[in-house]
């Protein structure tokens, strides 16, 4: 059974989908911690409501506004808990340094379009649907990828596709990629690794 850790700094709505997921798609991992960047993440209440341990890492209160502190003290956090896979759920910041080193190929991410559109720097949260919704796009979706030194780069495990309807705005698109793809697809593609090596 894989130990999982996850990565989050908003809502928490794929984590409470990955915690809802436990012993039925996701049947080769228990998340075993939860850490925030932001203290005031609902993600937080989820996971304590699950039993799950938190921690809040700040990257500018806790590590200085050192990115490469801000690494170290996750990737430390994530090795006490004894963590084997780490899923970035929400999660508004870059991954890199030690972090990236030490769990190499063993961190996900769930991104909100089809990679390669509307993915890159800048690309986050509502600003991926308001992008896509001004290039017109008829269809959009989510994609979960492995993570590696290139901002939403690294190897595509899975995506759904999700229609673009008359009248939607950013807010009603958002909602309607999280519920018909991300909470579907992140378990799926998370239980895939989890059960793989
Ligand atoms: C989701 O749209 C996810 O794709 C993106 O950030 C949002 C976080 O939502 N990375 P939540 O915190 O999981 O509710």
Redo the contacts with the bound molecule.
Sequence with gaps: MKKIGVL????????QALIDSQGSVLTSGTIVCVCSNNADAY?LERAKKAGIPTKIIRKNADCGGDTDEFSRQICDYMKKMRVDIIV?????SICGGELLKEYADRII????SLIPSFCGKGM??LHVHEAALEYGVKVTG?TVHMVNEVVDGGRILMQKAVYIEDGDTPEIL?KR??EQA?WKILPKAVELVCSSD
């Design positions: 989050i700094s908003g809502g928490g709505t794929n984590l993600g970035l759920a929400g999660f508004m991410n769930i991104h909100p986050y949260g989510a958002q990629v999280m991300e």
